[in-house]
C-alpha cells in the first residue's frame, strides 16, 4: 500500500505558505504532512501552525537556525512514516489538488519509481527539453533517502536535488515528469524585492549545486535521466483545470 508523507521545508514564505497548505492538506492521498521551519522570522511557522487543530495529520518542526533546504528535509525525512515522500516546496503558486494527485498517480498505478515536476515557468531551455533535473517537487520512495540522513546532512544547503538525481541514475529509477501548466515557482528577485538580492541568492543556489555534482556531470545526470523517462498517462486532470477557473 502506498502512504504519502508530504515534507516541505519553509524558509521567511509566510505570504505564499497557505496557499500550499491549503491544497496539500485537503488531499484525499497525502497521509501526513510535515512543515520544517528553517529558522524563519516572518510569522511562517506561525501560520503552518494554525492549521493544525483542523488537520491533526499536520506537524511543524521548527529548526533553531536556519540550516538550508537540504538539511531541513532531512530533518522532516526522519520523522516521515509513509512509504513514499512527496517533497514539495513552500513558495509553489497556482497549485491544485489535481495537480498534487497527478505527482503522485505515476507511482500508485506501478507506472513509475519516482515523479518530477515540470512547471509552467520552469527555464525554457528545462521545457524544451522536457525535464527540469533540480525540480523541487517530487514523489521518491521514502527507503531511498531514509537511510541516507547522515549523507544528506554533509551536503551544501542547496545539494538535495543533484543528490537525489544521482540516486535514480544509479538504481535505474523509471521516471515520470509530471507537467503542471498553471504552477510557478517565484523568482527569487520578486520575493526579495530586489533583483540584485534574487541574482545573489540563485548564485549562492548555484554554488551549492556545482559544489555536489561538477558542471560536466550536471549534463551528464540530465542526459542520463532523460534516457530514464517513462511516459505516464496522467496529467493534471479536468479537476486540477477547474480549480483553477474563476467562480
Not at 96 to 101: E, F, V
Not at 149 to 156: F, G, H, S, Y
Not at 189 to 215: E, H, V, Y
Request: proline content about 6%; glycine content about 8%; overall charge neutral.
Amino acid at each position: 500500500m502506498t502512504t504519502i508523507s508530504c515534507i516541505i521545508p519553509a524558509y521567511n514564505e509566510a505570504p505564499r505558505i497557505a496557499a500550499v497548505l491549503e491544497r496539500v492538506l485537503g488531499h484525499p492521498q497525502i497521509t501526513e504532512v510535515i512543515v520544517i521551519d528553517d529558522g524563519s522570522h516572518d510569522g511562517t511557522p506561525e501560520i503552518a501552525e494554525g492549521y493544525r487543530d483542523a488537520h491533526p495529520h499536520l506537524r511543524v518542526l521548527r529548526q533553531a537556525e536556519n540550516g538550508g533546504k537540504t538539511a531541513a528535509v532531512a530533518a522532516g525525512i526522519a520523522e516521515a512514516a509513509g512509504s513514499h515522500l512527496m517533497l514539495l516546496d513552500s513558495d509553489l503558486l497556482g497549485l491544485t489538488h489535481g495537480d498534487l494527485g497527478a505527482l503522485i498517480a505515476p507511482v500508485v498505478s506501478g507506472q513509475a519509481d519516482v515523479t518530477i515536476s515540470l512547471r509552467r515557468n520552469a527555464p525554457r531551455t528545462w521545457r524544451v527539453i522536457g525535464l527540469d533535473y533540480i525540480s523541487g517537487e517530487r514523489v521518491i520512495p521514502r527507503e531511498m533517502l531514509a537511510a541516507r540522513l547522515d549523507e544528506l546532512n554533509a551536503l551544501p544547503r542547496f545539494g538535495l536535488e543533484v543528490f537525489m538525481n544521482r540516486l535514480w541514475i544509479a538504481e535505474r529509477a523509471r521516471i515520470a515528469v509530471v507537467h503542471w501548466p498553471g504552477v510557478d515557482s517565484p523568482m527569487k528577485s520578486a520575493k526579495l524585492g530586489n533583483w540584485r538580492a534574487g541574482l545573489a541568492a540563485d548564485a549562492r543556489m548555484m554554488r551549492d549545486i556545482f559544489r555536489t555534482i561538477a558542471p560536466h556531470r550536471a549534463l551528464a545526470q540530465i542526459q542520463a535521466m532523460r534516457g530514464l523517462r517513462v511516459r505516464a498517462d496522467v496529467q493534471p486532470s479536468l479537476q486540477a483545470q477547474a480549480e483553477r477557473m474563476p467562480h
